[in-house]
C-alpha cells in the first residue's frame, strides 16, 4: 500500500499570505493524486486533480504541481475562507490512499 | 445540480450490523464508479470500498474486507454499503462519493455523511 505523507501537520499563516502544503508518497504515483479541502462540519471538496488540474468552480489561486512521489499544492493568497484541513490522496492497484491531512489556521 | 444523500447511519452494539443507503441525482448515476470514504471523530479521511458503474468490480480496504459488501442499483439511482461484524474502530462518519470520470483517481462530489457509531 502507498503511504501518503504530508507536512507540515499545522500550518500558522495570515490572510494574505502564501500557504504551501506538500505530500510525498513512498512509492511513485505519477500524475494520479487529488488534493481536497475540508471544513468544520462538511465534506471534503474536490480541488486538484491530475496533480495540477483544477476541479470545477475552485479560484485560481489554489495551484497544484509536482509527479512522481513530491506533490506540492500552493494557496497564492490566503483568503479568510481558505482557512481548512487539505488532504491529498493518489490511487493505485485499486486501492486508494489519503494523507494525514495538513491544517492551514489563521495566525 | 449533483446530490448524494446518505442514510442508514446510527448507534449499533459490537457486532452487529448496519446497512447505509446513498441516493443519487443530478447525473447518470449508472456511468460512474463509486466510493465509501469514512472519517472517525476529529480523524483524516479512510477510503473503504469502491464499485465500478456496472457493478462488475469491488474493491475494500484490507481493514473491512470479509465485513463489509458494496452493491448499487443503478434502476433506483442508490448506493449501498452492508457492514456486518462490526468493531467499536468503524465509528466513524460514513460519505459516499462519486468518481470524476473512467479510471479517475479522485472524487469530484461527496456526500454529507452519515454517522455511524459501534457501541455497547
Known amino acids: 500500500e502507498i503511504v501518503l505523507t504530508q507536512s507540515p501537520a499545522t500550518l500558522s499563516l495570515s490572510p494574505g499570505e502564501r500557504a504551501t502544503l506538500s505530500c510525498r508518497a513512498s512509492q511513485s504515483v505519477s500524475s494520479n493524486l487529488a488534493w481536497y479541502q475540508q471544513k468544520p462540519g462538511q465534506a471534503p471538496r474536490l480541488l486538484i486533480y491530475?496533480?495540477?488540474n483544477r476541479a470545477t468552480g475552485i479560484p485560481a489561486r489554489f495551484s497544484g504541481s509536482g509527479s512522481g512521489t513530491d506533490f506540492t499544492l500552493t494557496v497564492s493568497s490566503l483568503e479568510p475562507e481558505d482557512f481548512a484541513v487539505y488532504y491529498c490522496q493518489q490511487r493505485s492497484s485499486n486501492s486508494w490512499t489519503f494523507g494525514q491531512g495538513t491544517k492551514v489556521e489563521i495566525k | 445540480e449533483v446530490q448524494l444523500l446518505e442514510s442508514g447511519g446510527g448507534l449499533v452494539q459490537p457486532g452487529g450490523s448496519l446497512r447505509l443507503s446513498c441516493a443519487a441525482s443530478?447525473?447518470?448515476?449508472?456511468?460512474?464508479?463509486m466510493s465509501w470514504v469514512r472519517q472517525a471523530p476529529g480523524k483524516g479521511l479512510v477510503w473503504v470500498s469502491t464499485i465500478s458503474d456496472s457493478s462488475a468490480f469491488t474493491f475494500y480496504a484490507n481493514s473491512v474486507k470479509g465485513r463489509f459488501t458494496i452493491s448499487r442499483d443503478n434502476s433506483k439511482n442508490t448506493l449501498y454499503l452492508q457492514m456486518n461484524s462490526l468493531r467499536a474502530e468503524d465509528t466513524a462518519i460514513y460519505y459516499c462519493?462519486?468518481?470524476?470520470?473512467?479510471?479517475?483517481?479522485?472524487?469530484?462530489?461527496w456526500g454529507q455523511g452519515t454517522l455511524v457509531t459501534v457501541s455497547s
Open positions: 491530475d496533480a495540477s
Open positions: 443530478g447525473f447518470t448515476f449508472s456511468s460512474y464508479a
Open positions: 462519493a462519486k468518481s470524476r470520470g473512467f479510471g479517475t483517481t479522485d472524487f469530484d462530489y
